[in-house]
């Protein structure tokens, strides 16, 4: 799931004054498409008064803006009761897409945009994962964003202050252990972390076990669990990553005000410590990007980031990365407009033009140099398309019942690491409560998702 804040964008779209054909004619008086999103704040603005205000102008098409008030898919699924649906919804989860799509409340989008030649085979994977077993293969989302994950952010300045111009990243799992500790014992806190997200708190806990079990174990293991393959509780592997990520935080002083701050500090907060003026409040943060929504810290100066540091060492090749995808409830001849111009390379050209973003285009047309002037999203840019293999959020996969479970699941972990750590029957009885409610949510048996190329 991406979830940050998309922000200010450049004066100026001249870029993409053409979009794809299909888009550009001008479309009868009073046409509107209803489009819902749980978008909100900056992210919100930029998607509705940049990308939809820029179709308007070019189509003539209206667009409503339908800003969630609980649980995404439990607005949609009470939509759907009533008939009161929206044309388009924008959804984090490929494991929700699938269960709209096996209850044929998704419309077919392989006419509307043809071709998925510029979305490479991770995208293509998601798109045949949510197809219903035995029914004919069709298209039904479009990614629209996308952002990287795997990521160590820091503030550049603070971390050179505290310990010597000379310091460089850590590789590997065991370094960042002793950077941790280093931090520590010069009385500061290392890490920042929140995991509050209502209605979806405990979310940034799952991209501490995805991200260790990706990078402890293997993209074959990773993939199996995604797909509802693997046994929680009898899985070595996804014991150590939760022990690991137990380790890090039960340990006084690793976090800004202990956990039960990190329980109840909102996500999009977390961050804000590493930029307390004089002291920072942390020196390290486990997140997608950082808000720079103001535009007052300098990137590659004030912010950066590291890849999540692998096992051996090794320069990383595997990634996690989320998205939202775009699918269509209702159709109508401006919805059919308003998904070809979010495809199109005119209107994934728009997200490049937003300064000090986190969004990212998942079209591999948009090339890296596509991007502001900012050294930063640059290299986020040439991770995501450069040949590595991309993984795509476990739990966004996951059908919501068990996303849902999992996420509570890390809310209890926090709340009392030590029960889960210094007694290992606890935390097997954490994973056997989830394996219950996954032999639950896979009826048909697993899922096809697999990890690919941008």
Same mark, same amino acid.
């Given at each position: 799931?991406?979830?940050?804040?998309?922000?200010?964008?450049?004066?100026?779209?001249?870029?993409?004054?053409?979009?794809?054909?299909?888009?550009?004619?001008?479309?009868?008086?009073?046409?509107?498409?209803?489009?819902?999103?749980?978008?909100?704040?900056?992210?919100?603005?930029?998607?509705?008064?940049?990308?939809?205000?820029?179709?308007?102008?070019?189509?003539?098409?209206?667009?409503?803006?339908?800003?969630?008030?609980?649980?995404?898919?439990?607005?949609?699924?009470?939509?759907?009761?009533?008939?009161?649906?929206?044309?388009?919804?924008?959804?984090?989860?490929?494991?929700?897409?699938?269960?709209?799509?096996?209850?044929?409340?998704?419309?077919?989008?392989?006419?509307?945009?043809?071709?998925?030649?510029?979305?490479?085979?991770?995208?293509?994977?998601?798109?045949?994962?949510?197809?219903?077993?035995?029914?004919?293969?069709?298209?039904?989302?479009?990614?629209?964003?996308?952002?990287?994950?795997?990521?160590?952010?820091?503030?550049?300045?603070?971390?050179?202050?505290?310990?010597?111009?000379?310091?460089?990243?850590?590789?590997?799992?065991?370094?960042?252990?002793?950077?941790?500790?280093?931090?520590?014992?010069?009385?500061?806190?290392?890490?920042?972390?929140?995991?509050?997200?209502?209605?979806?708190?405990?979310?940034?806990?799952?991209?501490?076990?995805?991200?260790?079990?990706?990078?402890?174990?293997?993209?074959?293991?990773?993939?199996?669990?995604?797909?509802?393959?693997?046994?929680?509780?009898?899985?070595?592997?996804?014991?150590?990553?939760?022990?690991?990520?137990?380790?890090?935080?039960?340990?006084?002083?690793?976090?800004?005000?202990?956990?039960?701050?990190?329980?109840?500090?909102?996500?999009?907060?977390?961050?804000?410590?590493?930029?307390?003026?004089?002291?920072?409040?942390?020196?390290?943060?486990?997140?997608?990007?950082?808000?720079?929504?103001?535009?007052?810290?300098?990137?590659?100066?004030?912010?950066?980031?590291?890849?999540?540091?692998?096992?051996?060492?090794?320069?990383?090749?595997?990634?996690?990365?989320?998205?939202?995808?775009?699918?269509?409830?209702?159709?109508?001849?401006?919805?059919?407009?308003?998904?070809?111009?979010?495809?199109?390379?005119?209107?994934?050209?728009?997200?490049?033009?937003?300064?000090?973003? $986190?969004?990212?285009?998942?079209?591999?047309? @948009? !090339?890296?140099?596509? &991007? #502001? *002037?900012? %050294?930063?999203?640059?290299?986020?840019?040439?991770?995501?398309?450069?040949?590595?293999?991309?993984?795509?959020?476990?739990?966004?996969?996951?059908?919501?019942?068990?996303?849902?479970?999992?996420?509570?699941?890390?809310?209890?972990?926090?709340?009392?690491?030590?029960?889960?750590?210094?007694?290992?029957?606890?935390?097997? $009885?954490?994973?056997?409560?989830?394996?219950? @409610? !996954?032999?639950?949510? &896979? #009826? *048909?048996? %697993?899922?096809?998702?697999?990890?690919?190329?941008?």
């Amino acid at each position: 799931m991406i979830r940050h804040g998309v922000h200010r964008l450049l004066s100026g779209l001249t870029a993409v004054a053409l979009v794809a054909a299909g888009t550009t004619a001008c479309s009868p008086p009073g046409e509107t498409v209803v489009v819902l999103s749980s978008w909100s704040g900056a992210e919100r603005d930029a998607f509705e008064n940049h990308v939809l205000a820029e179709f308007t102008r070019q189509t003539g098409v209206k667009v409503e803006f339908r800003q969630a008030t609980r649980a995404l898919d439990q607005e949609l699924r009470k939509d759907l009761e009533t008939g009161t649906q929206p044309n388009i919804a924008i959804l984090p989860s490929g494991g929700q897409l699938e269960t709209f799509a096996a209850q044929d409340a998704l419309q077919p989008l392989d006419e509307t945009l043809g071709d998925a030649g510029r979305f490479g085979p991770l995208w293509q994977s998601i798109e045949e994962g949510i197809q219903p077993p035995g029914s004919p293969a069709h298209r039904y989302a479009l990614p629209v964003v996308v952002s990287l994950k795997s990521t160590i952010w820091y503030n550049p300045a603070a971390i050179r202050q505290l310990l010597g111009q000379a310091w460089q990243p850590p590789t590997t799992w065991a370094g960042l252990e002793d950077l941790t500790a280093v931090i520590a014992a010069k009385g500061a806190t290392p890490w920042c972390m929140g995991l509050e997200s209502t209605p979806v708190s405990g979310w940034p806990g799952t991209d501490w076990v995805e991200d260790l079990l990706l990078h402890q174990a293997s993209t074959t293991g990773y993939e199996k669990w995604a797909n509802g393959d693997l046994s929680w509780q009898d899985s070595p592997d996804l014991a150590r990553a939760l022990s690991t990520w137990g380790d890090l935080v039960s340990r006084d002083g690793n976090i800004t005000g202990g956990t039960e701050n990190a329980l109840l500090t909102n996500f999009a907060d977390a961050g804000k410590p590493l930029f307390t003026p004089g002291k920072p409040g942390c020196y390290l943060h486990h997140t997608s990007y950082i808000d720079n929504s103001g535009g007052s810290l300098r990137p590659g100066t004030d912010y950066d980031f590291f890849p999540f540091p692998t096992a051996d060492g090794k320069q990383p090749t595997t990634y996690e990365v989320a998205g939202d995808f775009a699918a269509m409830f209702k159709r109508s001849d401006a919805a059919d407009k308003l998904m070809r111009f979010l495809a199109s390379d005119a209107g994934q050209a728009i997200w490049p033009a937003i300064r000090n973003a $986190a969004a990212f285009s998942p079209d591999r047309a @948009v !090339r890296p140099e596509g &991007y #502001p *002037d900012d %050294p930063v999203r640059r290299k986020v840019a040439r991770i995501l398309t450069e040949p590595k293999t991309l993984c795509f959020d476990a739990s966004d996969l996951m059908p919501s019942g068990l996303s849902q479970a999992f996420n509570q699941a890390m809310l209890s972990y926090l709340s009392d690491p030590h029960r889960y750590r210094d007694d290992p029957a606890n935390l097997t $009885a954490l994973l056997a409560n989830l394996d219950k @409610v !996954r032999a639950a949510v &896979y #009826p *048909d048996g %697993p899922k096809k998702f697999r990890c690919g190329q941008f």
